[in-house]
């Protein structure tokens, strides 16, 4: 099974500021990696996959980067909507979840 | 529109069964792949099946033997067979949509929440 780990498990960013979130795979997932928002009491929403393409309707401040085992989520300059739980997944190999990571407002 | 609603959770006592439906509209769940992901109360998320447009299932280890993943070609519907439930399986469990086997989910329901408890 391919472990995914997110780090850090809370970030803490100003609204207008920048975030970055990782994402480490155990093992080399190609660019077959998506990243999901989701917020409290909601189900689950697809941002990006392929690693770094924007799903239909997501603002062009998300953006994806990496291949292999390291991947990062950025989110330009944050707005008040975007603090959520955001999780990384991978389907090279099945599909496994990241942990999360918690964006919070500083 | 795509939409996916679930039903069916609730409260179930350990060594239960319970079966989950998933109503889709706006696109037809036998040409697409399907997956449950369950979500334990406060955890992340966790993959538990999937049934794939030719018909393969496929399960995690945690469920396999257990849960049965199935759909209703005439009601648009996915189901989740599960069968000797445990406290383990207490979560959300969400129906997603994997369009044309991309790997990713890219429609989800809102969930329907199980709870096995005594």
């Known amino acids: 099974e391919i472990v995914m780990t997110q780090s850090p498990a809370t970030l803490s960013v100003s609204p207008g500021e920048r975030a970055t979130l990782s994402c480490r795979a155990s093992?080399?997932?190609?660019?077959?990696l998506a990243w999901y928002q989701q917020k409290s009491g909601q189900a689950p929403r697809l941002l990006i996959y392929?690693?770094?393409t924007r799903a239909t309707g997501i603002p062009a401040r998300f953006s994806g980067s990496g291949s292999g085992t390291e991947f990062t989520l950025t989110i330009s300059s944050l707005q008040s909507e975007d603090f959520a739980v955001y999780y990384c997944?991978?389907?090279?190999?099945?599909?496994?979840f990241g942990q999360g990571t918690k964006l919070e407002i500083k | 529109e795509v939409q996916l609603v679930e039903s069916g959770g609730g409260l179930i006592q350990p060594g239960g069964s319970l079966r989950l439906s998933c109503a889709a509209s706006?696109?037809?769940?036998?040409?697409?792949?399907m997956s449950w992901v369950r979500q334990a109360p406060g955890k992340g998320l966790e993959w538990v099946s999937v049934?794939?447009?030719?018909?393969?299932?496929y399960y995690a280890d945690s469920v396999k033997g257990r849960f049965t993943i199935s759909r209703g070609n005439s009601k648009n519907t996915l189901y989740l067979q599960m069968n000797s439930l445990r406290a383990e399986d207490t979560a959300v469990f969400y129906c997603?949509?994997?369009?044309?086997?991309?790997?990713?989910?890219?429609?989800w329901g809102q969930g329907t929440l199980v709870t096995v408890s005594s």
């Open positions: 997603a949509r994997e369009q044309e086997g991309s790997g990713y989910f890219d429609y």
């Open positions: 706006g696109f037809t769940v036998s040409s697409n792949y």
């Open positions: 049934i794939y447009s030719g018909g393969s299932t």
């Open positions: 093992q080399s997932v190609s660019s077959n």
């Open positions: 392929g690693a770094s």
């Open positions: 997944q991978q389907y090279n190999n099945w599909y496994t």
